[in-house]
């Protein structure tokens, strides 16, 4: 086929277009990925075109057919569209339908626009997309339940400013992390509740003057209905945005996550062990077990949040309704897509495939001097105000630093040097299985509440098994 046959547009056209514009304006290298919802999409119109009368019965079966087998091969052999002229995947699948189906292949366009064709497409592939992406979140957090479960007994410090603060257990530290990723998963299902909304429809910007239910056609391709303003409707990529944005937070929790077990994993705390398999060796140094694949988590979430920033300036400032920067939006939403689904996979395998080192965990938390707190609220107890309790511990701290004890290794005498009221139960508070079991608030460290977060946890794990990919198969095969 010639370049000439390969468009959709020419005839107000006296010139060919450049071979370097050409190659500078196509966008099919990216949005072949569109292909399964440009179909989608179609084979919908098509039904909408028959309500229409612009289709006959016997017309719309051929071209339903037509597409439904051009859906076949392309998932057969995806290449047939990369190496193809084409200006974008929509253009390649009508030119297919035109090249098998001669003038009715023509017809299949009327009363559309690829304005609003594109954002149906795209907004069907988020729709898909973020399925995928809720599916893995959950194993991840099925992952990380995994962990909790099994070190509800592994006490460690907790840090702030990367101090030993006060003692966990590595149960609560998993625990931290399922919540990070459930409220990942509520922002991504919220924005999936806002795009549920077909464009289709809208036309170029204004509608379209074929007598099309909308609603029905929207609900014929898996959304609940039709959005309400055309001008809007090919203008808007809030979607895009919005899964950008959870995109970018949950690489925040991503990074986090990678740079917590780099450090937990380092030879100065070596409270875990990552698993050869997701680790590497160094050319010159032959001691070292590098975490790569952690260092890379954390190295590429700086991408996505790159990607956001990209979206935000492109649309920033665009004139309605559409205008061709916006062909820019997919390869930013795709390389966000891939790295975040990649990361949390790799995540998935990091967590299932390494050890917790129960005894460094312990011995750390005990040298960290994590129950001072407990010490000052020992002298809170026998009524000695806590800004004073503060001063007194500090000093007692510093005598056991210069000791190189731990607190629980001072003897009494030692306390009682520091206030009069210590007496020897002070040895019950400062062990760290009671300093754990004191913070028995709603959602604190405590054996109990631990317990009770893990059968939450479990619960919710539970409730949303298998039912991810299920309904997007749903959505996706339900015809009316
Ligand atoms: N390929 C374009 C995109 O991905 C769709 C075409 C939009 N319409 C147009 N008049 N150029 O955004």
Redesign the pocket.
């Known amino acids: 086929m010639n370049y000439q046959d390969s468009k959709l547009w020419g005839g107000r056209f006296n010139k060919e277009p450049d071979v370097f514009f050409r190659k500078f304006n196509t ?1 099919l290298r990216v ?1 072949h990925r569109l292909v399964i919802q440009d179909i989608i999409s179609s084979i919908a119109w098509s039904k909408s075109l028959l309500e229409c009368e612009v289709l006959t019965v016997e017309e719309q079966g051929r071209i339903e057919l037509e597409l439904n087998n051009l859906l076949q091969e392309v998932s057969r052999n995806i290449e047939m569209i990369q190496n193809s002229l084409h ?4 253009s390649w699948v009508e030119s297919k339908l035109i090249e098998r189906l001669g003038d009715l292949g023509k017809k299949l366009h009327t009363g559309r ?3 609003d ?2 954002t149906t497409d795209l907004k069907l592939w988020c729709k898909y997309a973020i399925q995928i992406l809720l599916n893995h979140l959950h194993h991840l957090e099925r992952a990380f339940f995994i962990q909790a479960d099994l070190t509800t007994d592994v006490i460690m410090p907790g840090y702030t400013h990367l101090q030993r603060a006060q003692p966990i257990t590595f149960s609560y530290w998993c625990l931290a992390y399922i919540e990070m990723f459930r409220r990942d998963e509520s922002r991504l299902q919220n924005a999936l509740q806002r795009l549920d909304f077909s464009p289709l429809g809208s036309g ?1 910007l204004s509608g379209t003057s074929w007598c099309i239910d909308r609603d029905k056609l929207a609900v014929r391709m898996g959304f609940s209905s039709a959005t309400r303003n055309g001008l809007d409707s090919v203008s808007d990529r809030d979607y895009v945005l919005e899964i950008l944005s959870a995109a970018s937070i949950s690489m925040i929790h991503l990074s986090r996550f990678a740079e917590d077990l780099i450090f937990f994993n380092s030879g100065e705390s070596n409270f875990i062990e990552l698993s050869d398999t997701i680790t590497s060796g160094s050319s010159l140094m032959p001691q070292k077990k590098n975490p790569d694949a952690l260092e890379l988590i954390r190295g590429r979430s700086g991408k996505v949040h790159g990607l956001l920033t990209s979206m935000l300036i492109l649309l920033k400032g665009l004139p309605l309704s ?1 205008n ?1 920067d ?2 820019e ?2 390869e930013i939403l795709f390389n966000a897509f891939d790295i975040w689904r990649d990361c949390l996979n790799m995540s998935i395998i990091v967590l299932n495939s390494m050890k917790v080192k129960k005894n460094t965990c312990l011995y750390a938390a005990k040298m960290g001097y994590s129950n001072a707190t407990e010490l000052a609220d020992y002298l809170v107890n026998k009524g000695v105000p806590f800004r004073e309790s503060h001063y007194i511990v500090g000093k007692i701290v510093l005598e056991a630093i210069s000791r190189k004890f731990s607190l629980e290794q001072l003897e009494l005498s030692v306390f009682k040097k520091y206030h009069v009221c210590f007496e020897k139960d002070v040895y019950d508070v400062l062990d760290l299985n009671s300093c754990i079991n004191s913070r028995n608030v709603k959602g604190g460290v405590s054996f109990q509440e631990v317990k009770k977060s893990l059968d939450e946890v479990k619960n919710y794990l539970d409730e949303r098994k298998n039912i991810y990919l299920s309904k997007y198969m749903n959505d996706i095969t339900s015809s009316e």
């Open positions: 966008s949005d200006e974008d995947i929509h626009s690829r304005n064709q594109v170029a559409y061709k916006m062909q939006d997919k």
